[in-house]
């Protein structure tokens, strides 16, 4: 919905790349993003986000796939950094006011809270901190 309010500001030709950059990063990344540091993410998750993305940076550059412009290109075109880096460091950020929280908080009690699995798993679960950076 938000891109539909801005879409006749960000998808004009006459419009600096630069100032439909920083409409993206201030009004239509943050509602992308809404409530992500809680979200167990998972690849195609990440995936899905990516390509949504992309697919709004192309449409305010005036640029098709037909066009063959690489997303680097696009993204350094409107200063933007990928929406996943983002999510990372969003909830890089959650993690890092929750262990700032006194140790009587709820989700301080559940970060350090350990369940025994009764049931053998045909795969491993992921864990709580899985998300937070790459292994």
Known sequence: MKWRQVTGTTCDPRMP???KGKIYKSVIRPVMLYG???WAVKKTDEKRLHVAEMRLLRWMCGVTRMD??????IRGSLKVAPV???????????????KR???THVTKRIMSLH???????????KEKMDGLCEK
């Open 17 to 19: 790349l630069k100032l």
């Open 68 to 73: 063959k412009v690489r997303n680097e290109y």
């Open 101 to 103: 929280r006194d140790e």
């Open 36 to 38: 992500s540091e809680c």
């Open 84 to 98: 996943t880096e983002k999510l990372k460091g969003n909830r890089l950020t959650w993690y890092g006011q929750v």
């Open 115 to 125: 369940v025994d699995d009764k049931m053998e798993r045909e795969r491993e679960a």
